[in-house]
């Protein structure tokens, strides 16, 4: 079956930087178009950053600067370097594979705080 394992969320400190991995399995990977959601407390979820199939990539304008979405087809992984992270960027983050239908992992905490 189809499955997305996110990792690397935690705590850290305004300003640092945090890596999200998700590795996928069950699906033809190079061909989904891959995408990183979070959501915060008390709000709904959000559209972080995507990557499609051929690499391009787009940011939601919060993070735009501060984020990077990477693949690796061979490895079915995607990532996410977070930088400058900010307590705004304090949420559940959730990787997405999306091609006919949406599938979803069962998401990271990432918090940033003093």
Not at 25 to 42: E, H, N, T
Not at 62 to 83: A, E, Q, Y
Request: proline share 3%; hydrophobic share 30%; net charge positive.
């Amino acid at each position: 079956q189809v499955q997305l394992v996110e990792s690397g969320g935690g705590l850290v400190q305004p300003g640092e930087s945090l890596r999200l991995s998700c590795a996928a399995s069950g699906i033809i990977f190079r061909v989904y178009a891959m995408a990183w959601y979070r959501q915060a407390p008390g709000k709904q979820r959000e559209l972080v950053a995507t990557i499609t199939s051929g690499g391009t990539t787009n940011y939601v304008d919060s993070v735009k600067g501060r984020f990077t979405i990477s693949r690796d087809n061979s490895k079915h992984t995607v990532d996410l370097r977070m930088n400058s992270l900010q307590p705004d960027d304090t949420a559940v983050y959730y990787c997405n594979a999306h091609l006919n239908r949406n599938y979803w992992g069962q998401g990271t905490q990432v918090t940033v705080s003093s």
